[in-house]
T-cell receptor, first 113, second 111 residues
Framework: GQSLEQPSEVTAVEGAIVQINCTYQ??????LSWYQQHDGGAPTFLSY????GLEETGRFSSFLSRSDSYGYLLLQELQMKDSASYFC??????????????FGQGTTLQVKP | SQTIHQWPATLVQPVGSPLSLECTVE??????LYWYRQAAGRGLQLLFY??????ISSEVPQNLSASRPQDRQFILSSKKLLLSDSGFYLC??????????FGPGTRLLVL
């Protein structure tokens, strides 16, 4: 089967850097995505890695190592508004025409003053 | 760019009552559409997906059903709700090759 594992909770202070890890087991791999979900809201797309390495978008960066089946989301200069749940996701096996995603259980990030 | 509408935003229903949640999409044609459920504090569980009108694939056995009567309309239904059907229901559609765009969701509480 396919599965993703990520920590359930992370706490950090404003201005700090936090890393949220994700390990995955899949049959066939198209890339690793990250989504942010604020309490009561819908998930929104943050980043996508298809190849090994680091992708940077402002304060957020995402890393992928295909050989290790591992990725992480790095949040820098944390702000209170970054308090949210963060989900990693991979494309489902055989999803070339369906686009189905498999999501991790999510990591709740709490940013403290 | 596409927009996803979901109706209603919140719903409180008694056990055993029927359910109909609606998702409509604007700004794209013939999209793949997905229904997810999210229990409180949990991840997203894919319930159904559709690649076209009248085409429904179910991911998990459950008390729910889905229909796609029109290209941009996706409906989630139940004949008799269970307590375990409570949750946050999200409709989604691909945005580009590798991302999904989610609607605002419907929060369902079954009492």
């Amino acid at each position: 089967g396919q599965s993703l594992e990520q920590p359930s909770e992370v706490t950090a202070v404003e201005g700090a850097i936090v890393q949220i890890n994700c390990t995955y087991q899949t049959s066939g791999f198209y890339g690793l995505s990250w989504y942010q979900q604020h309490d009561g809201g819908a998930p929104t797309f943050l980043s996508y890695n298809a190849l090994d390495g680091l992708e940077e978008t402002g304060r957020f960066s995402s890393f992928l190592s295909r050989s290790d089946s591992y990725g992480y989301l790095l949040l820098q200069e944390l702000q209170m508004k970054d308090s949210a749940s963060y989900f990693c996701a991979v494309r489902d096996r055989g999803s070339s025409n369906t686009g189905k995603l498999i999501f991790g259980q999510g990591t709740t990030l709490q940013v403290k003053p | 760019s596409q927009t996803i509408h979901q109706w209603p935003a919140t719903l409180v229903q008694p056990v055993g009552s029927p359910l109909s949640l609606e998702c409509t999409v604007e700004g794209t044609s013939n999209p793949n559409l997905y229904w997810y459920r999210q229990a409180a504090g949990r991840g997203l569980q894919l319930l159904f997906y559709s690649v076209g009108i009248g085409q429904i694939s179910s991911e998990v056995p459950q008390n729910l059903s889905a229909s796609r009567p029109q290209d941009r309309q996706f409906i989630l239904s139940s004949k008799k709700l269970l307590l375990s059907d409570s949750g946050f229901y999200l409709c989604a559609s691909p945005q580009g090759q590798e991302t999904q765009y989610f609607g605002p969701g419907t929060r369902l509480l079954v009492l």
